[in-house]
Structures are given as structure tokens and as C-alpha cells.
């Protein structure tokens, strides 16, 4: 499965759009991340447990994202998009979207 934020796929031509492919996933803090990344705060400096926590979230939207284009039978994903939103106070979702299509 390729994945592309362009419309194109280099050295692929698109013979057919499936349609949106999409996955998302919801992830909340903890309360003892909280406190440390609380700490940092006052005191400067990247908020790697928070970093480390939005990347896993990225990485499993992108999978989930991935594996929905397979299930429509799609060779790939362009025009791939991520939002993140907050849902509730200490949790956020990761959404990954783009359009499934079917290689030459």
C-alpha cells in the first residue's frame, strides 16, 4: 500500500478513485504523566511523553487508515490528511484520511 499527501503516486498512474479511506483513534493522558510533563512545563523544554504519545496515536490512525483502503481493494492512498482534535479534557483523537484508489 503506498501512502501519499500529494495527488499523485510517483511512478504510479491512477486508473480508478475508490473513495475516502479513513481511520482514526482516541487516546488519553494519564495522571501520572500529567504530573511529570507538569513539572517540565514550569521549567522548559519538549514535552516528550506527550510527543511520544501523539506519535503512537498518528502511527494507528495512518495503520488503521491503511487497512481500510485494503478492505475497498485500493493499491493506495493519496491526498492523505491528519486532524487531531480534542474530545474530552486529557483526550484527544488522531484522525487520517485520504482517497483510495487503484493503481495501473
Not at 45 to 66: C, F, P, Q, T, V
Not at 67 to 74: N, Q, V
Not at 76 to 95: F, K, P, Y
Request: charged share 25%; aromatic share 2%.
Amino acid at each position: 500500500m503506498q501512502i501519499a499527501n500529494t495527488e499523485t503516486v510517483p511512478n504510479g498512474d491512477i486508473v480508478e478513485t475508490i473513495g475516502i479511506a479513513r481511520g482514526n483513534t482516541v487516546e488519553a493522558r494519564n495522571a501520572g504523566r500529567d504530573i511529570t510533563q507538569g513539572i517540565r512545563n514550569v521549567f522548559g523544554g519538549e514535552l516528550k511523553a506527550y510527543s511520544e504519545l501523539l506519535s503512537k496515536a498518528r502511527d494507528e490512525a495512518i495503520s488503521r487508515m491503511e487497512a481500510d483502503a485494503e478492505r475497498m481493494g485500493a493499491d493506495a492512498v493519496v491526498n492523505v490528511r491528519l486532524e487531531t482534535s480534542q474530545i474530552t479534557d486529557g483526550g484527544s483523537e488522531v484522525m487520517a484520511y485520504g482517497t483510495a484508489v487503484r493503481l495501473e
